[in-house]
């Protein structure tokens, strides 16, 4: 069956939703974070699979900094799941 996209939205604050966020693309089937405020997007993270180590480094760098000054901040995170009923475990 070929591959679905859902979102997760994120609502969290501070260094308890960077943690999420990272518990999140360490499970490797994210293929974008959006962070919005509002309704507004304020930035975009497209994520490749096996994105990991240094290279993540930055991408977290950046949406802690982002999430440190925005207020009513969300981040939403795209996802690639398959499989017979659309949902990996």
Same mark, same amino acid.
């Given at each position: 069956? *070929? #591959?679905k $996209? /859902?979102? #997760? $939205?994120i609502r969290l604050q501070g260094s308890e939703l960077l943690e999420k966020l990272k518990h999140v693309i360490h #499970?490797?089937?994210v293929r974008?974070? /959006? /962070?919005?405020?509002g309704d507004r997007t304020v930035a975009?993270? *497209?994520l490749t @699979? &096996?994105?990991? &180590? @240094?290279v993540l480094a930055p991408i977290l760098a950046a949406i802690g900094a982002l999430v440190a000054v925005l207020n009513d901040c969300t981040i939403e995170v795209e996802r690639a799941v398959g &499989?017979?009923?659309g949902y990996e475990e």
């Amino acid at each position: 069956m *070929p #591959e679905k $996209t /859902i979102w #997760e $939205t994120i609502r969290l604050q501070g260094s308890e939703l960077l943690e999420k966020l990272k518990h999140v693309i360490h #499970e490797g089937n994210v293929r974008r974070v /959006i /962070i919005k405020q509002g309704d507004r997007t304020v930035a975009e993270f *497209p994520l490749t @699979a &096996g994105v990991v &180590g @240094a290279v993540l480094a930055p991408i977290l760098a950046a949406i802690g900094a982002l999430v440190a000054v925005l207020n009513d901040c969300t981040i939403e995170v795209e996802r690639a799941v398959g &499989g017979s009923d659309g949902y990996e475990e």
